[in-house]
């Protein structure tokens, strides 16, 4: 798109400061995980490459890190069915109280983290007498992911023609051949992003896992509380982050060409698809 | 032709329905334990685990590794910055012990968290100073509910460099005209219990007031204390609950002068740090007292590795263990046989651990309740606290 | 006659019945959302109207409207949920506007690789640690940190800590939850529609007004709906570079001694955002989230 070059100027100041405002505290978290002290103050004192080589041996980060992936891994799945059911029903079906449906999916992220966490807790520990354990905090996770599936896959929907899937019915197939087949295949990027910002969501989330889980166990985030305020561990815990960063550029790097490439036969536009399918935080 | 019913309305209705079940459950059952829990009576064989919520400092790998080796439970420790976290901590019924402070231990026992110790199991308990046995604190009903860990007073810490002449005085951060020296530097404990420092300082200030227990205030003495806070509260800096985050605003300069616990204090000199608190020759108090804590160990009502509860809450008063305890944190041991196992010589001398006569002027965290225990019931209880620190904080 | 499966004999029994379809679809989803989901809440909310013993602590059951009368009536909860309130406006604009030209820029200029490029760049902040760039920031803020070395020899110094610090924070935190949205909206305006403004005349500043933004506003309020409900709910942030109170902390506060007072404040937080949930529906977010 061609701009005055007035507009391109402004547009390029606007986006340097954007990402200069993003990146400087990433810097700066990178920097102290180099500090040669305990105490934070700046400019760190001394540099050192200690840090990492510790993050990775520490027991506690490691088993933390797994419990992360393992929670994300079954939230994300649970979101993925329930929201793809969901979105189904809403995309393909009138019924009674189809608009509130949307309004449904999106109250749990839409509503404070620290009131769902004790609601769910209550109701685990009080009215269901179940221990906390990484199982509810599953539970509790898949529930505000929900909406990211959902919302990619009633987008992607809506956008497929449902000729093909006439068709398909036409020529003989029931129910779930036509899903297997034909809806299904036309679906798979908008799950695959609704899939990784799900999981992004789950890995990240402190407030209602805080809630929610057992004494036993931790998650990433847990972990990291629990030693965010330990003065001698704290710069592992800034290494540790910088770990995950730099890990998680590849997934993610993956999941946008995943989406473009799949894009084409399906969409309208050729940008519009990566663009709903990236829509969802 | 066949009449289509609604199914999906019908679903809707269903839902509802037992939404409202749900609602009537929730009415009805439900709530959490009200008994104690038992007493254990024999000590079998360790779970491999022990579950523990703790102050910053109190599970240290120093001790909880070679216990870990002896026992073979598997220390995890949970830190809390107040007592009201360890409450809602313990209340989730996922740990097994607290080190609980007066201000906790009433409500825990009140609460059916925790279940009352059979000290016969625990033998390290004969010898724990007797000044510290059967206290309001640690003794409910003439049960015991938890085993002396060791106690300390709040300290008075300031930067050396900033702050002159050293104060010996509460009055450097509590006298509005002497606060505002140093507004925005200052550093106060961010829990409702702090309020009873404010009475500890118009108990000597302002005696007309009739402070005897600052953790017994009428609505007179009780507006009195709430409203000196409130005078200090443009000062304030921070308030802190996590011990390391009063370390960093010391470090950074962003603190200069506040009440703090003995680790941080430790902490920072270990970092080279300019601070000072007072001294051993005024008995490391400022002039009015201080309120302190004299902690227990308490085993929670659903404990679910008692044996390696009963194993740590042995292990921590076992007089090497507690002598290394008390040294690192900088606070009194529980056990009178760790004054001969500290590393350094006079460090119980210094502490004032066989001095009972010291703690006088040490009022440790009570819970407030509206008992004044002389007869009275109008005193303020800890929902008052709560709710007049809030207003306070703004 | 061929003997047909189990899953073919379901499938046909779904056939032709779109409503038991739509049922059997909606079973799980509504299922947990509304009992497990919307039960739990009305659990916690009914709490808001039960009482505290003063004496012992423990929760009454007896209809009460006292927490409701001190959310009303003290006035410090006026000003912390005010507080609260104009914290998450103030994020949600900031970020609108720190957002509109990144999203733009990825959306309209970037070329294939620029693009791909830049939503690496923004997504994998969001794998950092909510705390840890928490912490990052309060670090920054500290007198003597980053921001004051780098202000001090323009002889300016940082806003230390509190509410400006609360309103740096959030809005760098959910930045990203702003831009994708928009992002997304903003590639869905065909480029003709803009390079047919400009044929007709019209200054880049107009394009943008009359004929961008009206139609990138529903994203911009997707977007919004995120970096305000989580600056709402929130209260790590506040504790960690504030010592004001916000809704979150005084909830969090008090959900051990006195979890009615606790759940009848919740009740805040869950009306406004349902009340903005509507107006965001109707401005058309929701085909945009």
Known sequence: MKLSKRSALLLRLGLGIGLAFIYVPLIVLAIYAFNASNILEWPPPGLTLDWFPKAVENEFAREAFLTSIKAGIAATAIALVLGTLASLAVARHRFFGRETISFLVVLPIALPGIVTGVALSNTFTQVLGVDLSLFTVVVGHATFCIVVVYNNVVARLRRVSTSFEEASADLGAHTWQTFRFVTFPSLRSALGAGALLAFGLSFDEIIVTTFTIGAGEETLPIWIFRNLFRPNQLPIVNAVAVIVVLISIVPVYLAHRLTREEGGATAARGGAVEAEATAVP | ?394 | MERRSVGHRLADLFHGRPRLQASALLAGPVGWLVIGYLGSLAVLLIAGFWSVDPLSGEVLRGFSLENFETLVNEPVYRSIVGRTVLIAALVTLTDAVLAFPIAFYMAKIATRRGKALLVVAVLVPLWSSYLVKALSWRTMLSSGGVIDWALNPIGLSGPGYGNTAVWLVMSYLWLPYMILPIFAGLERIPDSLISASEDLGASPFTTFRRVILPLAFPAVVAGSIFTFALTLGDYITPRLVSNNQFIGNVIFNNISNNLPLASALAFVPIVVMIAYLLVARRLGAFEHI
């Not at chain 2, 709040?154 to 951060?173: C, F, K, Q, R």
Request: aromatic letters at 12%; glycine letters at 10%.
């Open chain 2, 1 to 394: 032709m066949r009449t289509q019913a609604h199914p999906v309305r019908t679903a809707w209705l269903v839902v509802a329905g037992l939404l409202a079940f749900m609602l009537l459950l929730a009415g009805c059952g439900g709530g959490g334990s009200d008994t104690g829990g038992e007493e254990l009576t024999k000590l079998g064989k360790g779970e491999g685990e022990v579950d523990l919520i703790s102050w910053a400092g109190y599970v240290e790998p120093e001790w909880s590794k070679p216990f870990e080796q002896k026992t073979g439970c598997k220390v995890k420790s949970k830190v809390a910055g107040t007592s009201d976290e360890m409450i809602q901590l313990m209340r989730t019924g996922q740990y097994d012990g607290v080190s609980a402070s007066g201000n906790a231990s009433a409500r825990l026992v009140d609460g059916g968290d925790v279940a009352p110790v059979n000290v016969s199991l625990v033998p390290n308990y004969k010898t724990i100073f007797s000044d510290l046995k059967d206290q309001p604190y640690n003794t409910f009903d003439g049960a015991h509910y938890g085993i002396p860990h060791g106690r300390g007073a709040n300290l008075l810490m300031w930067n050396s460099e900033d702050v002159t002449p050293a104060p010996t005085s509460w009055d450097v951060i509590l006298d509005p005209k002497k606060a505002a020296k140093y507004k925005g530097k200052i550093s106060a404990y961010d829990d409702p219990i702090y309020i009873a420092d404010a009475a500890v300082y118009l108990k000597a200030h302002q005696p007309e007031l009739g402070i005897e227990n600052p953790y017994e205030l009428n609505e007179e003495q009780f507006e009195a204390a709430v409203n000196l806070l409130q005078e200090q509260r443009p000062y304030v800096g921070e308030y802190w609950s996590e011990a390391a985050k009063q370390i960093s605003a010391f470090a950074n300069g962003d603190d200069q002068v506040g009440t703090t616990w003995q680790y941080q204090y430790f902490e920072l000199k270990g970092e080279g740090k300019p601070v000072a608190a007072s001294p051993a020759s005024q008995g490391f108090l400022p002039k009015e007292g201080a309120t302190g804590w004299s902690d227990t160990w308490m085993i929670s009502s659903e404990a679910k590795h008692p044996n390696c509860m009963y194993m740590w809450m042995n292990w921590i008063v076992e007089p090497k263990v507690n002598a290394e305890v008390a040294e690192l944190f900088g606070e009194a041991p529980g056990q009178s046989l760790a004054c001969e196992q500290t590393a350094e010589k006079d460090f119980c001398a210094k502490y004032h651990a066989e001095n009972p006569a010291f703690w006088k002027r040490v009022y440790y965290w009570e819970t407030p309740l509206a008992d004044c225990g002389n007869g009275s019931s109008d005193c303020k209880d800890y929902n008052d606290w709560v709710q007049a620190w809030t207003s306070i904080k703004g």
